[in-house]
Structure formats: structure tokens, C-alpha cells
């Protein structure tokens, strides 16, 4: 039991996991609708992506792991090729996860047991023959952040009882572009492996400087939408995400240019910590906004201020020393 409880939480990635869950809290507090409770849907819904999450996980190291004794051969994170657990436990753990995420979603609502049930599917086509959308090329990366953003925020969404209007649409979409510049980044550190076993994903279809365009474009596309949303109500927000965005822009050619996979991994790092801090700081003008703490403006201001900040200067740090920065998976 105790190597089964092991795997799982190996498995769970926690990181990718919190990211996850920051997507599904941005989706609850779109709907406006927190001051009224909701606290065992909400819960409900923070386990439903948690098993998700893991059946998402279990089902792609299994589909992947000739690749990955290539690709990630030293990362703690994949223990099935470091003979840490076995095929039939990680199948056994992709059972329970998606068993107890539709049973949690059930709880919820019927629209969020539906939507359990695209995601799980979402979740073996991207993997597993015959479709294996991981495999076809540009397909992966537009398709993969409706499990990592649209769900979360939709059922976070639903679990609050909100209804996807305008405001919560054009959110969802800036998200969603934004995380698309993000996602096709991941196969940089997998082209080896990715190469030697027909996986053509983008960066091996069309090569890393047409990848790191790419990325830029919808980097560019899914900001603009966030401070076009933004722009009547927070300025602040605004000069934050478009300030993360040119730090982002200057890592993207950093890392077009880095011959080093080291360096191109840790930079890659910081533009996930630079895109978390530009979420955080939505979530906080969203709690603002709907009053659902005792939060001051001038609360708020600092604290946007601080992770505004620290994401664009930690960014601008890692730029110039990406060789003293460690890599963790």
C-alpha cells in the first residue's frame, strides 16, 4: 500500500497539479458567486481534477514509456523507467483516477460529470492508439490546454453555480491562448526520444526557432485578449501582464538561441513561474472585485505589485544566469 500511495503522489506532479487548480479557483471566482458558499462542490471539484490529473498521467507515462527511458531518464517524477513501480500499478492508479473523478464530479452537477467524462476521454486519445494526438504535430498543442485550462475553469465555473457569460469567456480565452505559447514549449526537452520513435510533435515537425514563433504568437494573442478585458477596470493588471509578456518574449529568444538543453529547461521553468504569477495576480484582482475578502485597495495593490515584480525580475535573472539554475522535473 505504501508503494501504491508512493506512485500516486509521484504521479500527481504537484507543481502541474497547482497550476491546474489555480485555473479551476480563477474559473470559481468568475462566477461571482463565492460570498454564497459553495464549499463541498468547490472541494469536490479540487479532487476531481486532482484523480483527472492522475489518470492523465498514469495513461501518458504508460503510452510513453519507451520515450521516456530516453527523454527523462533521470527525473523522479516518472517512476515506471526508474523501476520504482510497475505497468499494473499505474494502470490499476488511472482506473481509480478516473473512476473517483467522475464520482466526484457527479457530486457537483450533471454538467460537471459531462465534462469529466470529455476530459478522461481527452486524456487517452492525446496518448493512446489509434488517435494519439501527441503524436500530430500542431493538433497537440491547441488541444491539450482544454484539459489543463478549459476544465479546471469550467468546473470551478460550475461548482460556484456560475454561467459562462461574456466577461468569463473572454477570460477563458485569454487563458487558453496564452497557456497554448506555453504547452508547446514542453517538447523541447523530448526531441531526442520524440525523434527516435516517429512521435512528430511541433518542434520536431517544424524546428525550434518556427516552435519559439509560435509560442510568441499565441503568448502575444492571449495577453492582448486579457488586457483588452482588463483595461477599463485595472490598469495595473494591464501594465503587469504586458510587462510579463515582454520578459517572456526576451526568454523565448534566449532560448531559440541556447544550444544547451540545461539552459533551455531552466528557462523554460521561469516562464512557467512568470505565467503563474500573472494568474495569481488575475485571481487577486478578481477577489478584489467581488469582495470576497476584507481586501483594502491598498491590499491589493501591494500585493499585485509584489508577484508582479518578483515574475518579471526572477524572469530577467534567469535570462542572464541560466547556467547557475538547477533543472527539476
Not at 544547451?260 to 478584489?288: D, E, K, N, P, T
Amino acid at each position: 500500500m505504501n508503494r501504491f500511495l508512493s506512485t500516486a503522489y509521484r504521479m500527481l506532479r504537484l507543481r502541474v497539479l497547482v497550476t491546474v487548480l489555480i485555473f479551476g479557483y480563477l474559473g470559481a471566482l468568475s462566477s461571482n458567486n463565492l460570498l454564497g458558499g459553495y464549499v463541498f462542490e468547490l472541494l469536490m471539484a479540487v479532487l476531481a481534477l486532482a484523480f483527472w490529473y492522475l489518470n492523465g498521467t498514469c495513461i501518458n507515462d504508460l503510452a510513453d514509456e519507451d520515450i521516456d527511458k530516453i527523454n527523462l531518464k533521470d527525473a523522479p517524477s516518472r517512476p515506471l523507467i526508474n523501476h520504482k513501480t510497475s505497468r499494473r500499478t499505474l494502470w490499476l492508479l488511472a482506473l481509480a483516477g478516473g473512476v473517483f473523478s467522475l464520482a466526484c464530479a457527479y457530486a457537483i452537477s450533471l454538467p460537471a460529470f459531462i465534462l469529466l467524462c470529455a476530459a478522461l476521454a481527452l486524456n487517452w486519445v492525446y496518448s493512446m492508439p489509434p488517435v494519439r494526438v501527441s503524436y500530430r504535430g500542431v493538433i497537440a498543442p491547441l488541444l491539450l490546454p482544454m484539459g489543463y485550462v478549459a476544465l479546471p475553469f469550467l468546473l470551478g465555473l460550475f461548482s460556484a453555480d456560475g454561467k459562462l457569460d461574456g466577461f468569463s469567456s473572454v477570460l477563458l480565452a485569454g487563458m487558453y491562448l496564452s497557456f497554448v505559447g506555453r504547452i508547446v514549449l514542453k517538447d523541447l526537452r523530448d526531441v531526442e526520444g520524440d525523434k527516435k520513435y516517429g512521435k512528430k510533435t511541433f518542434i520536431v515537425r517544424y524546428g525550434k526557432q518556427k516552435t519559439m514563433y509560435f509560442s510568441g504568437f499565441f503568448w502575444l494573442a492571449g495577453t492582448v485578449v486579457l488586457a483588452v478585458l482588463f483595461a477599463s477596470r485595472s490598469w495595473l493588471l494591464c501594465a503587469i501582464l504586458m510587462t510579463h509578456m515582454l520578459v517572456v518574449s526576451l526568454a523565448l529568444q534566449r532560448m531559440g538561441s541556447a544550444k544547451s538543453r540545461h539552459v533551455q529547461q531552466v528557462i523554460l521553468g521561469a516562464i512557467g513561474q512568470i505565467a503563474a504569477m500573472s494568474m495569481l495576480c488575475i485571481a487577486i484582482w478578481l477577489i478584489y472585485d467581488s469582495d470576497l475578502y476584507d481586501m483594502s485597495g491598498k491590499s491589493y495593490l501591494y500585493l499585485s505589485v509584489l508577484l508582479g515584480v518578483y515574475g518579471a525580475v526572477y524572469g530577467l535573472f534567469v535570462i542572464r544566469n541560466p547556467e547557475e539554475m538547477k533543472v527539476s522535473y
